[in-house]
């Protein structure tokens, strides 16, 4: 088992542009989170999805979006970004409702 | 609103000191506390939870309800302990809204 997968590992784009992030969850869980980790802070969660729906949110606003796939493996969307997006993007998942989560490696997001 | 406090950016300490990096949390209910470690170079992992109880790598937390805090503490420091710690908070149940702290760096010098 891989453990959590994130794809792509590095991205670069533009402000106004739009980014796909891809994720898939370690085998045998079913519910898939994001967090958005700064420079110098600690992960902050934007969403959690199980069962294809979003269960969860955390403040982010409606320019970030995601989805889940009946794999389980999820897929956040950040429309119209800022410079202040630029940042690492984790993936985790877990059993439904379960706290201990596992991270991916993360994607590194730079909007210029 | 629930928040965790880390107030140590950085910890620096020599192999076979103790080690205490500090975590506080403000949250109305009844939480889940974690500690989350990155070593060089590898992804989060969970380190310890509070309610499991148990010592992971020498490593212990215990939950003060009263203080808000959940130290995590080391009684002789390793090198290969050297790395980023988060502190979590949870809401149990349905209410998991996941929220860390900033981090602390934690060093230890041969």
């Known amino acids: 088992d891989a453990g959590v997968t994130q794809s792509p590992t590095h991205l670069i784009k533009t402000r106004g542009q739009q980014v796909t992030l891809r994720c898939s969850p370690k085998?045998?869980?079913?519910?898939v989170s994001w967090y958005q980790q700064a420079l110098g802070q600690g992960p902050q969660f934007i969403f959690q999805y199980y069962e294809e729906e979003e269960r969860q949110r955390g403040n982010f606003p409606d320019r970030f979006s995601g989805h889940q796939f009946p794999n389980y493996s999820s897929e956040l969307n950040v429309n119209a970004l800022l410079l202040g997006d630029s940042a690492l993007y984790l993936c985790a998942s877990s059993l439904v409702q379960g706290t201990e989560q596992y991270f991916g490696p993360g994607t590194r997001l730079t909007v210029t | 609103a629930q928040r965790v406090t880390q107030p140590e950016k950085l910890l620096s300490v020599f192999k076979g000191a103790p080690v205490e990096l500090k975590c506080n949390y403000s949250y109305s209910g009844s939480p889940e506390l974690f500690w989350y470690v990155q070593y060089s170079r590898q992804r989060l992992q969970l380190l310890l939870r509070?309610?499991s109880r148990e010592s992971i790598k020498g490593f212990t937390a215990d939950l003060n309800k009263g203080e808000t805090s959940f130290h995590l503490k080391k009684p002789f420091a390793q090198e290969e302990d050297s790395a980023m710690y988060y502190c979590?908070?949870?809401?149990?149940?349905?209410?998991?809204?996941?929220?860390f702290g900033r981090g602390t760096s934690l060093i230890v010098h041969p």
């Open positions: 979590a908070l949870s809401g149990p149940g349905g209410s998991y809204i996941p929220t």
């Open positions: 085998s045998g869980h079913d519910t």
């Open positions: 509070h309610i």
